[in-house]
Every structure is written in C-alpha cells, then in structure tokens.
C-alpha cells in the first residue's frame, strides 16, 4: 500500500542499524512497532526476532497488522475468496456515500468497484456473524479487501480528495486476493500467531508493555492520518455516519504527533514511560521536532546516537538537477541505549 511515511524503501536501511546496535541475537528479542501502519517495519522482522507487537491507532492498520503478523495458517482459503470474487455489486454504503453514481457522486471508486466493495465487505461479515469463519480467517479477509480496494481507489494517493475523472487503474474491476508475506521460495514469512496487534494510542500502550528493541514511527508533521485515510477506516469498520462535506469525512482521531505544540510532551513521555533497553525513532529534516529536541529527550535517558541516510523525496525528473536542495530529504534513525 502507498502510505505517507511508509518504510518500505527504507527497511533493510533500518534492519541493518538494529542489527548493528543491538548486537545479541536477534532471535532472543521481542521488536515493538507501535506506530505501525502498514507495519511493514514489524513484517520485516517478525521472522528474525522472537516476537513482535504492533500497534497503531487507526483500526485498518489494525486489521492489516492482525493479517501480516497473526497470519491465517490453516486449509487453503482459496474457496471465499472465490465467492467474494464472484459476487454481484449491491448497493450499500460505498456504493451510496462513495462511488460514481452515488447520492453524493464522490468519485472514490468506479460504480462497480463501489458495489463490488459493499458486496464482499457485508459476506466477509455476514460469516463472521454465523460464525462460519474464524478471527483469524475474517481478518486475512478484510486485510485482503482493504488492499485490493486501495489498488482501484480514485484518488492521487491518499484519501483526502478525490480525482474528477476515474482513471485507469481505477476502472480496473477490484479483485480480492489472499494478501501474506512469503519469502523467495513462496513459503510464509510468518508461521506462528504468538505475535501481538493492538489498537490503542501508543502513550497508553507503553504503559502496558515490555521489551527489547522499541521501533518509533510516529507522523512527522500536521497530516493527520485519520483524515488522509478516512476511507479505508470505513471500509475496515463498515459502520454507518453521516459523510460529511465534499469529500464525506468521518469522525477522526487526531494525534498529538501531529501538532507542533503537543508533540513534543507527547513524545518526552512516550521515552520516559518506554520500557524497552534499545529504542529506535525514524523521523526526518522536516519534522515538527527538530533533531536537537529529539536529541535532548533522547540523551537524557541513557547513551545516544544519530544514522542518517539522504534519499530522493519525489520521484526524480531525469532532466532535473540531482543535486538541487528541494529534490532530496533526510531521513533519521535516532538510536537510545536506555539506562
Ligand atoms: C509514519 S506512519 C508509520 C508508517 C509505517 N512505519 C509504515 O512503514 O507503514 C505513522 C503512523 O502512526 C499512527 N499514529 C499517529 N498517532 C498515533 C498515536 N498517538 N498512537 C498510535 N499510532 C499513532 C498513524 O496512524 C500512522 O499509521
């Protein structure tokens, strides 16, 4: 999934610095993404450390960290994917809130897709509510859908806006596939359930747990993740609001990482209620904290370090200058030995 912030260019950078400052055996140690997102951090070392926990607060990261890292294991799931692929349109609340022909003609999603979506997510609940399916089977189901969806979503990439026209990728029919981490020879990364999903905020969750490396990703700046992925909540919950305005907002959570006058108290907390020996915080030039207040929270808990690595931040006009200032970004990963 495209998401603002995702680590996915930037993961093997961030497995080597842990690897690196951490020394012992990964394989002993329990890793801590408690901002998760796609949780494509904790995904990357679910199979190397001894557990993971993953937390974010927005409930579809939910339902994807509960698919990646508490996979389904059991009989082939290719039978309900097959229904779902195989179901009519029916008009429900994205067909009505969200698609081309709705009440409120908000292009989110082509007129089929939307119903398409409305279709698959009422089964995938309907089983669960017969209990025809199992928790584990209902959230490899839901996770798949919220993939699939965003993959024919009608938007530049987040979820703040709509596009006028439906474009091409857009107008593709959705199809539903089974969505697990495999390794090169096609088996599981993750063969085990015994890893944790929460959905809280992470300064009420670090009160509550323990561990050894403790990876931070919280929102750089004023975007708030609620309102860019407002949709995908939807889809995940599927309960019924109001849409509000243009582009049929939802009621949201907004994060104190978010606001410059908060983050910072928010952020010196979350350090000191932390327990956890190595602690990681990926954030960058940009930020609402600078590198020397994070510095300055960080060092006054145990022995402190900075890795930085320079990456391109748009994707690069081949004609443009490779140098110029604007083009590039850095990205830190702050590095605190806890006392
Ligand atoms: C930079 S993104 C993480 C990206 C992630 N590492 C990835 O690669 O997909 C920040 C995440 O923090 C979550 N978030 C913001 N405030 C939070 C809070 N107070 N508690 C828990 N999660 C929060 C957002 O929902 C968002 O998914």
């Given at each position: 999934m495209n998401y603002i912030g995702s680590k996915n260019s930037l993961s093997s950078f961030i497995r080597s610095t842990v690897q690196d400052a951490v020394g012992?055996?990964?394989?002993t140690k329990t890793f801590a993404d408690i901002f998760a997102g796609t949780g494509i951090v904790g995904r990357s070392f679910a199979p190397l450390v001894k557990s993971t926990i993953a937390n974010d607060v927005e409930y579809y990261s939910y339902v994807l960290n509960k698919n990646y890292?508490?996979?389904?294991?059991?009989?082939?799931?290719s039978s309900y994917f097959d229904i779902l692929n195989n179901l009519a349109p029916k008009q429900g609340f994205i067909a009505q809130?969200?698609?081309?022909?709705?009440?409120?003609?908000?292009?989110?999603?082509s007129k089929e897709n939307g119903g398409k979506i409305d279709a698959i997510r009422s089964q995938i609940e309907l089983w669960k509510s017969t209990s025809e399916i199992t928790d584990v089977l209902y959230f490899h189901l839901l996770a798949s859908l919220l993939e699939a969806a965003d993959k024919v979503a009608?938007?530049?990439?987040?979820?703040g806006a709509y596009l006028k026209k439906i474009k091409k990728s857009a107008q593709k029919p959705l199809q539903v596939i089974p969505m697990v981490d495999r390794n090169d020879q096609g088996e599981n990364l993750v063969t085990f359930q015994k890893n944790k999903v929460y959905h809280e905020d992470s300064n009420q969750l670090i009160k509550k747990i323990t561990g050894d490396i403790l990876y931070l990703d919280p929102?750089?700046?004023?975007?708030q993740y609620g309102a860019n992925y407002h949709l995908l909540t939807t889809i995940a919950k599927y309960d019924t609001f109001v849409p509000k305005g243009k582009t049929g907002l939802r009621e949201y959570y907004k994060s104190a990482y978010c606001r410059k006058n908060e983050v910072l108290d928010s952020f010196s907390q979350l350090i000191a209620d932390a327990q956890f020996k190595h602690i990681f915080l990926s954030y960058n030039n940009e930020g609402l904290m600078s590198q020397k207040e994070v510095e300055k929270v960080m060092s006054a808990h145990g022995s402190y370090q900075l890795e930085t690595k320079k990456y391109r931040r748009f994707k690069a006009d081949k004609t443009e200058n490779r140098n110029h200032k604007a083009d590039s970004t850095f990205e830190y990963l702050h590095i605190l030995e806890k006392k």
């Open positions: 012992d055996a990964l394989s890292l508490q996979p389904y294991l059991e009989n082939d799931a809130h969200y698609a081309e022909g709705g009440t409120a003609d908000r292009l989110y999603f009608n938007t530049a990439s987040v979820y929102p750089y700046n004023a975007r």
